[in-house]
Nanobody
Framework: QVQLVESGGGMVQPGGSLRLSCAAS????????MSWVRQGPGKGPEWVSS????????VYADSVKGRFTISRDNAKNTLYLQMNSLKLEDTALYYC????????????WGQGTQVTVSS
């Protein structure tokens, strides 16, 4: 019953911006910590960011700190990732997942949305 549907991916030039969304259903979103994870071509999964259930605490991987912002709207059961100053190395399939920085691997994952940064 857990459903996570990512959207908002696409192709963007270096330095550009994208906002990813994750629509959640089938569980109590408002009490669930959430994360974004990405997987680049030929790479393993890389944790990107997490946000606590209430939305008041966030953490980021060093590689995206200062450029990405994770947020959520519990009234809409939606998780967001605002990505600014995009770099070539940000190219990846981006997943949202239940759980925080350490427990997302055993959580539920969405199908992913592709982000391609290309000149």
């Amino acid at each position: 019953q857990v459903q996570l549907v990512e959207s908002g991916g696409g192709m963007v030039q270096p330095g550009g911006s994208l906002r990813l969304s994750c629509a959640a259903s089938g569980f109590t979103f408002s009490t669930t910590d959430m994360s974004w994870v990405r997987q680049g071509p030929g790479k393993g999964p890389e944790w990107v960011s997490s946000i606590n259930a209430g939305g008041g605490a966030t953490v980021y991987a060093d590689s995206v700190k200062g450029r990405f912002t994770i947020s959520r709207d519990n009234a809409k059961n939606t998780l967001y990732l605002q990505m600014n100053s995009l770099k070539l190395e940000d190219t990846a399939l981006y997943y949202c997942a239940t759980g925080g920085p350490t427990d997302y691997p055993e959580g539920s994952w969405g199908q992913g949305t592709q982000v391609t940064v290309s000149s």
